[in-house]
DNA sequence: TATTGTTATACTCTATAACTATA
DNA sequence: TATAGTTATAGAGTATAACAATA
């Protein structure tokens, strides 16, 4: 949790908000991405995901296209200004990973790393 | 978020939720404590306690009591439904907190916690 | 008939301002 | 003048239902 409110402070001074960084994130590895594949892969429901398309758009970071052979769908593309800004979001997420793990050897954050899988198996 | 979502869930079978999970073991550590003490403690907005308190109040699991020296405040304390229910909820927590760690070794849950502190440290 | 995106809406959580009764 | 509790209110985040256009 305080590794959370960490990485979330620091994106709020370019007023982004996790859910935002996380559908970022997806279009850019994912370009031409429908809606509802978003929703599916995020957990986000498509009535909710409309309202932060429409954000991010606005905003100039992506766009809706036109997707060839369904035309009730539209894919979604990083523009440059998208990739840009999520460059920025990536290079706050890899310091702030630095700064949480700065108290850890190599072998530690491994062992960590390990450990937290095997928690997560168990809850899964 | 994983071992969150699975304890949220498990509480859930009682209606309660976390916020009110974590009032209720503020209180039965600190009987009589004031409101303004939990809000500081819990970080949560005296605005937003009221509420909590009176649901907590209306089930009949805390009761609020005058304090002698200050007619402002008033002390909060478990009743007796108040103490059976947080010891459900205990026990709640420990079986999630057996099963979240079922794969690890003694050993390995210190290391974790050790590395995690760090981690917490770090950030803080 | 089913799916994609959308609108409308409701409920929880969280945040601020302002009020009251005391101190 | 400050503090404890309260009310009112507004903003996020998240949930469901229903609709139009299209499949």
Redesign the pocket.
């Known amino acids: 949790m305080a590794i959370f409110q960490h990485i979330i402070r620091a994106m709020e001074t370019l007023d982004v ?3 935002q960084f996380s559908v970022l994130t997806v279009i850019g590895a994912n370009p031409g991405l ?4 978003i ?1 599916e892969a995020l ?12 954000g991010l758009e606005r905003r100039g970071w992506i766009e ?1 296209r036109a ?1 060839r ?7 979604l593309y990083l523009t440059p200004r998208g990739r840009a800004t999520l460059s920025r979001l990536r290079s706050m997420a890899a310091r702030h990973e630095r700064t949480a793990t700065r108290l850890l050897t190599a072998a530690e954050k491994r062992q960590l790393l390990r450990l937290l899988a095997r928690v997560h198996d168990a809850t899964a």
Chains 1, 2 share one sequence.
Not at 43 to 54: E, F, T
Request: hydrophobic fraction near 35%.
């Open positions: 908000r996790p859910g429908k809606q509802i594949a929703s957990d986000i429901r498509r009535a909710n995901l409309v309202g932060m398309i429409n809706r997707v052979g369904d035309r009730r769908a539209q894919g």
